[in-house]
């Protein structure tokens, strides 16, 4: 049950440029999405999110696009910095309901100096 | 900053006992949850919680779990007779609202069955 995927397994970038994180999604009821990162040893942590209603939400380095005609977000890390190095999970809520996460598989981004 | 904790970090137990997994959600938080990630594998929904209630389960949350808020801090999730298959990192996560709303995550508990 892939309802929401992240096609990418791993993405390498240099320290300073734009890291972009894609997942795509196939339940067109979810209505609210969310990036989490997350480091060995520890639970995910929330990065940022993004309404269904909006199609770009902002904080600080990293920017969150949504694309509903396409099924598609991506979540921007502008400049990037060895620190976020982690894999990052991109989650889906709404659905039917009201309380559940629906995770991708997470993208490992590694920034090299 | 407020943050979910979740005892034991690691649990080590043989097939077929029982186990339970403890957590401390952030205090104003109404809304709790249970998720767990089998190694190379998605994290998975497990059951939300409000109101002293199951508000939502998933398919693997079988009469083999339970969960609980037994006094006014904690929630805990308990596996009656654990499996092979039961052997995951569980987490624990917490919000203040439903839906339109972030979890934050607990560090985890990696339960291994022997």
């Known amino acids: 049950d892939q309802q929401v995927k992240q096609n990418s397994p791993s993405l390498s970038v240099q320290e300073g440029r734009i890291s972009i994180l894609n997942c795509d999604y196939t339940?067109?009821?979810?209505?609210?999405f969310l990036w989490y990162k997350k480091y060995p040893a520890e639970g995910p942590t929330f990065l940022i999110s993004?309404?269904?209603?909006?199609d770009k939400n902002e904080d600080g380095r990293f920017t969150v696009f949504l694309n509903k005609s396409a099924k598609h977000l991506s979540l921007h890390i502008v400049p990037s910095q060895p620190g976020d190095s982690a894999v990052y999970f991109c989650?889906?809520?709404?659905?039917?309901?009201?309380?559940?996460?629906?995770f991708g598989k997470g993208t490992l981004l590694t920034v090299n100096p | 900053e407020p943050e979910v904790t979740q005892t034991p970090s690691h649990q080590v137990t043989q097939m077929g006992q029982e186990v339970i997994l403890r957590c401390v959600p952030i205090?104003?938080?109404?809304?709790f949850y249970w998720y767990r990630q089998i190694l190379g594998q998605k994290v998975e929904f497990l059951v939300s919680?409000?109101?002293?209630?199951?508000?939502?389960k998933s398919e693997i949350f079988d009469d083999q779990f339970s969960v609980e808020r037994p006094d006014g801090s904690n929630f805990t999730l308990k596996i009656r007779s654990t499996k092979l298959e039961d052997s995951a990192m569980y987490f624990c996560?917490?919000?203040?609202?439903?839906?339109?709303?972030?979890?934050?995550f607990g560090p985890g508990t990696r339960l291994t069955v022997l």
């Open positions: 993004i309404s269904s209603i909006k």
């Open positions: 339940n067109s009821m979810f209505d609210y």
């Open positions: 919680f409000y109101n002293n209630e199951i508000s939502e």
């Open positions: 996560a917490s919000s203040e609202f439903s839906s339109y709303n972030e979890q934050f």
């Open positions: 989650a889906a809520s709404g659905g039917g309901s009201n309380y559940k996460l629906t």
């Open positions: 205090s104003n938080h109404l809304y």
